[in-house]
């Protein structure tokens, strides 16, 4: 096995639901497009729903006060339907596959 450096920082962000899901989802359009316009910029690199149902998780690049200045302005949080916890992280081992991705 071989260790990996990513080129940059990398954060995990833990969206939780506060609200009904009635509510999650009238935001839910809103919140597609900030997506859309993170991936657009290569600042998101996954995204998805937590299982069950209770939120959401995204991998991002970026330093924890960068990132934390992004998903502050996400629908979801500016509208009160979720929190959000940033997860700093430093990539230390990454599938071959994954290398340029992450660089």
């Given at each position: 096995m071989t260790g990996f450096r990513a ?44 299982a069950p149902r209770t ?49």
């Amino acid at each position: 096995m071989t260790g990996f450096r990513a080129g940059g920082g990398l954060c995990v962000v833990l969206l939780s639901y506060v609200r009904p899901l009635d509510e999650v989802d009238a935001q839910m359009a809103a919140h597609v497009a900030w997506l859309e316009q993170g991936f657009g910029q290569s600042v998101f690199l996954v995204a998805g729903r937590r299982a069950p149902r209770t939120g959401g998780v995204i991998v991002m690049r970026g330093a924890r006060e960068a990132v934390e200045q992004v998903v502050a302005t996400d629908p979801f949080v500016t509208s009160g339907v979720a929190t959000a916890e940033v997860v700093p992280f430093n990539a230390s081992f990454a599938a071959t596959e994954l290398h340029g991705w992450l660089a």
